[in-house]
């Protein structure tokens, strides 16, 4: 089993010895923990408890943060039963969403290869998706026949005043500056029309429980790690009032409380997650780690019953390892 290399790495060399205070609510911040394998740590807020990761890669350098397995190979990013999986979850997720705003225009913001946008046009809406990866973009156009743009969503032509519903489903994070992409997400908003935003939930209790080791914290690409609370302040300044926040998602939360269980336990990072990939990138993963991945297999039924069990828990608890928040745009 791998461990983390000591010392600090070059990229946490040359720090300021000042955090900035949190761009949320003003509080001061402290870190939280290094992943020195990396080179990045966490900082949090000590009032609404963003979490910050430091230092943040410049956005010209950010895509060599995300290689191809990222989005895997023909963009099959898991085996054929996971891909069926996130399918389905995916077009629960549509129909969800179906059941709050109008049919109409919807933009997906970081739609990746456009699963959840094909299951909005399915259900009548005008499916629209920004996506930054040129490859994922391109097989939402090419094979699913979707209205999918390439490139910045800060920067993209997009109409104002249009669009029933904006979706961040695990983007908002991605932004180097949140705030502005809220600030042009309300400018496309029609009034009335409804935000949906999806994050991994830094309050959780897996994100607690397991720190550096926690799958959702997906460093230095989640430039920020919002909880329930800091994302509902961080809309509410922005000029949404948020209808309804939920703490219980099948699709993320067992597998990061299974993941994380993994990693604690000291398996190499995030092996399970590239194990269930698409097989080219899985086939590698198993060569490099033969015994890890046995004793992954052995551990796994114990260890999802638990994964179950506590997202039922967390989900009661409100504290959810990923939170849904839907806002409605507030008149000026
Ligand atoms: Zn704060």
Redo the contacts with the bound molecule.
Sequence with gaps: MTKPAAGPSPQRQGQPRFLPR??????S?REVFVVEALGFGVDR??????GRTRPAVPSEDIGRWYPDSYYGRENARFNPCFEALTRLFRRRRARFLSGRAARGPVLDVGCGRGIMLAALRRLGYEARGQELNASAACHARRVLGLDVSTGDFLVAVLEPDYYQAVIFWHSLEHFPDPAEALVRARALLRPGGVLAVAVPNFDSLQARLFGRHWFHLDLPRHYFHFGAR?LQ?LLARHGFRVVRTDHFCLEQNPFGWLQSLYNALGFPSNLLYDLLKASSARDETARAHRIAGALTVILLLPLLVLALLLTILDAALRQGGTVELYAVKEEA
């Design positions: 949190c761009p949320v609510c003003g509080a911040v807020c000590l009032g609404c408890g963003l800091s302040a």
